[in-house]
Nanobody, 115 residues
Framework: QVQLVESGGGLVEAGGSLRLSCAAS????????MGWYRQAPGKQRELVAS???????NYADSVKGRFTISRDNSGTSLFLKMDKLKPDDTAVYYCKSNIGDYDYWGQGTQVTVSS
């Protein structure tokens, strides 16, 4: 099991930046991967970015070149740096980890981008 706690969301103007953090109760080096997902009102939850324990990164096409996923050296914190934010990025952002056959989710953090 793992507990995940997101932070760093907020209200920002279009073109601005935010950095989300996800604190994990165990190192992601023991997981298959961790990632950031988002869910906008009336839409399905979607992958934003993910990172495997080996460090391979994957991004949704809509955020490539604007968002960067990273982690700290201990592997217990996952970050999402979001630049050039757009109103379409408005959503609740969730941290997810995959360990074996199980997925674990954080409670989410709201990101609102004003036009």
């Amino acid at each position: 099991q793992v507990q995940l706690v997101e932070s760093g969301g907020g209200l920002v103007e279009a073109g601005g930046s935010l950095r989300l953090s996800c604190a994990a109760s165990r190192s992601m080096f023991s997981m298959n991967y961790m990632g950031w997902y988002r869910q906008a009102p009336g839409k399905q939850r979607e992958l934003v970015a993910s990172m495997t324990s080996g460090g391979n990164r994957n991004y949704a096409d809509s955020v490539k070149g604007r968002f960067t996923i990273s982690r700290d050296n201990s592997g217990t914190s996952l970050f999402l740096k979001m630049d050039k934010l757009k109103p379409d990025d408005t959503a609740v952002y969730y941290c997810k980890s995959n360990i074996g056959d199980y997925d674990y989710w954080g409670q989410g953090t709201q990101v609102t981008v004003s036009s």
